[in-house]
């Protein structure tokens, strides 16, 4: 396993959530984080909680902007992990309703963005470092109605991953698949009603809880350090393929 000390990373989605988590534990692993996001609040927010370490530094950017993702690489420099979290809630209307500019903007902002991301990290990328996406459940236990275009997307991540694996050798590509994980996304998406729909999931799953950020996070420091994991999918769901 190589180490992750002094080692630069840069975490997509860093700001928050799932993203944060994998800050946190990079830090903790002793490497240097560059964190991006688009609002520059959240930003400060998470370098707050991160302790203000010195070792963090942040990149407002909206990655649907190919421009703004060329230039923000450019200013990072060479660098060793690419982690991608970002992602917004999914349209979760039924086939016959769903509009479509929402789901052109959703794939846009998950997958297209992903390919912009590959594309110009791996000007800069180190060979033999690691680019990690997040797909998630929602291609595996897809909800009924609504989840075609959130199960299409998620789906695709795995193959992605597979062919980039090839292609950036001995760069390697992974993906985590994270189930249910409690973080400002449920607060967005369900507000309150989050506790009730947590408890319920929590009593079906093997693993008797919901994951924190920090239990995910795991996975991306593991995907990082592995020099012989390239093109996996790591699911991360305490057993809710199973249930
Ligand atoms: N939480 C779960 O239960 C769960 C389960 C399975 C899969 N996932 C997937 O895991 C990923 C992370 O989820 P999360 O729960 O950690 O969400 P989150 O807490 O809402 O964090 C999302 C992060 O992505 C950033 N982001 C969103 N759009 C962006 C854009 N266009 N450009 C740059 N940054 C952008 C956000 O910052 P800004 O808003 O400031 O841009 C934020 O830092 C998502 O793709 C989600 O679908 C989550």
């Not at 990079?26 to 490497?31: D, E, M, T, Y």
């Not at 609040?41 to 909206?62: I, M």
């Not at 609504?146 to 001995?170: D, I, K, N, Q």
């Not at 319920?200 to 693993?207: C, V």
Request: net charge negative; proline share 5%; glycine share 10%.
């Amino acid at each position: 396993m190589a180490s992750l000390k002094g080692q630069k990373i840069v975490v997509v989605g860093g700001s928050s959530g799932i993203g944060l988590g994998v800050a946190a534990a990079a830090l903790q692993h002793g490497a240097d984080v560059v964190i991006v996001g688009r609002s520059s609040e959240k930003l400060e927010a998470a370098q707050c909680s991160l302790g203000q370490d010195r070792r963090v530094t942040s990149f407002a950017v909206d990655i649907t902007k190919e421009q703004d993702v060329a230039r923000a690489f450019d200013d990072v420099g060479p660098f060793d992990h690419l982690v991608s979290t970002a992602g917004t809630p999914p349209p979760g209307d039924a086939i016959e309703r769903i509009d479509i500019d929402v789901v052109r903007r959703f794939f846009d902002s998950k997958l297209i963005s992903a390919v912009t991301l590959a594309k110009h990290a791996a000007r800069t990328l180190r060979k033999g470092g690691s680019m990690t996406f997040t797909s998630g459940i929602n291609k595996d236990r897809p909800p009924v109605p609504g989840g075609a275009v959130v199960a299409a997307t998620a789906g695709s991540f795995g193959y992605f991953a597979h062919a980039l694996a090839l292609e950036l050798a001995p760069t390697r590509v992974n993906v985590v698949s994270p189930g249910w994980v409690d973080t400002p996304m449920w607060d967005d998406m369900v507000g309150e009603a989050k506790v009730g729909y947590f408890a319920q999931m929590a009593a079906r799953l093997p693993a008797g809880r919901i994951a924190t950020p920090a239990d995910v996070a795991a996975a991306y420091v593991y995907l990082m350090e592995s020099e012989l994991t390239t093109g996996e999918t790591m699911h991360i769901d305490g057993g809710q393929r199973l249930v």
